[in-house]
Structure formats: C-alpha cells, structure tokens
C-alpha cells in the first residue's frame, strides 16, 4: 500500500518555467490538500479538493493552479515559476470526515532559479 | 480566525528526560486536534489525535497528549525521550467547517546524549 505518492521529488525550474507537480493515493480519499513549507512559517495550504472534480483555494493560492480530474490523482501546476515559489511541496489525503487525519506525502523540493 | 501556537521554536532535551511541546488553539467549540512528527526529508506522520471523550490521547511511539478546553492547550509529552525522537513536531486544528487543517509553525526537537 503505497499510501501518497509524489513526483517527482526533487526538480530545479528556471523563472518562467512551468511545471506540474502530482499527487497519487490509493486510498480512495474523497479529500486531497497541497501545502507549502517555508523556514518558520509551517504549512501554509495551497488549494485543496473536497472530491474529483473540485477544486478550492486555500490560504497562498496566487501563482498556482490545481485540477483533480481523476478521484486518486491532485496536480498542482505553476505556470510561470517565480523565486519566492522555492519551498518544499506536501500533498495530503484524507477520508470524508473532519475529525479524520490527513495522510501525507513525502515532499516535492522544488528550486527556482 | 481559528490559529494554533506552538510557543517554542527549538527544544534540546538530554536523552531518557520527560518531554513535554506546547500546543494553545483558538476555537469556540470542541475542536479536532493532531499532533504530527516530522523527521528530516520525510512528509508529516501522525502521532495522535483528539476529537471527543477521554482529554488524555494516546499516540504512537509512547507520546501523549491532554486536551485541556480552561487553557486552549492541547500539550504533547513522553516521559523518557529517545535520540530517534528528534524530528519536527506540528499541532494542529480543524477548522470550523471541518475542510482543512490549520497547522502551528512546528517546534524543533534535539535531543542531547
């Protein structure tokens, strides 16, 4: 049981680039979040999706687009790679109700240059 | 709005010491709170959660924690700390419509030999 899978791990964009980061799981979670990690800031929610085909912001959507075409897949997309867009990425999942966990993956370090 | 603090930044504690991380939440009603670990280049684990019933929460790896609704707190412990312990530990708080999690900004660990 692989639980949340993200690819890829690690990635070095250009300013300007764009790129897709994905989130896999296989535990038929209705729930799939994408985060950011900063030095001494914590996990700030990026977007997050309440089942397949939804999609909401979160607290530090600017810059970032996300879709969830299919239930077990999150895909988060920036379409023009800033430097302040350098952080560590976690994807999450969880069941339909709220006093569940969220289940995470292991991280995205993404650089730009 | 609904926040979670966790006072200390950094704690070092000697190797077999009792442990104990701060966790103060903001929120009206009975909240859902987790504490999760993290350790280097590794996503979020879960250690324990509380949502109703019994204050004291028992987790994996021998932590606890108590849920005390007069201070807002929600405190997380272990009575004899193990070098493999050190890692990042994060409280968090469901928010009121039950949708995310709204994380502290964490609390590193070391631990002293």
């Known amino acids: 049981n692989a639980g949340v899978t993200q690819t890829p791990k690690f990635r070095v964009l250009k300013t300007g680039q764009s790129m897709t980061l994905l989130c896999a799981q296989d535990?038929?979670?209705?729930?799939m979040y994408w985060y950011r990690q900063d030095p001494g800031m914590g996990l700030r929610l990026i977007h997050y999706s309440v089942g397949e085909g939804t999609t909401a912001k979160g607290e530090v959507p600017d810059g970032y687009n996300v879709s969830r075409l299919k239930k077990q897949n999150f895909l988060l997309g920036l379409e023009s790679a800033a430097p302040s867009q350098t952080s560590v990425y976690f994807c999450?999942?969880?069941?339909?109700?709220?006093?569940?966990?969220?289940?995470f993956g292991d991280g995205t370090r993404l650089s730009i240059l | 709005a609904q926040s979670v603090t966790q006072p200390d930044i950094h704690i070092t504690v000697s190797e077999g010491a009792s442990l104990e991380l701060r966790c103060n939440y903001s929120?009206?009603?009975?909240?859902?709170l987790f504490w999760y670990v993290q350790s280097p280049g590794q996503g979020l684990q879960l250690l324990l959660k509380?949502?109703?019933?019994?204050?004291l929460v028992q987790g994996i790896k021998g932590f606890e924690a108590e849920f005390k609704r007069s201070q807002s707190s929600f405190n997380l412990r272990k009575p004899s700390v193990h070098w493999s312990d050190a890692a990042e530990y994060f409280c968090?708080?469901?928010?009121?419509?039950?949708?995310?999690?709204?994380f502290g900004k964490g609390t590193t660990l070391s631990v002293s030999s």
């Open positions: 929120y009206g009603a009975t909240p859902y």
């Open positions: 535990m038929n979670h209705e729930y």
């Open positions: 968090a708080v469901a928010d009121q419509a039950g949708t995310a999690l709204i």
């Open positions: 509380y949502f109703s019933g019994d204050t």
């Open positions: 999450a999942s969880r069941q339909g109700y709220s006093n569940q966990p969220q289940h």
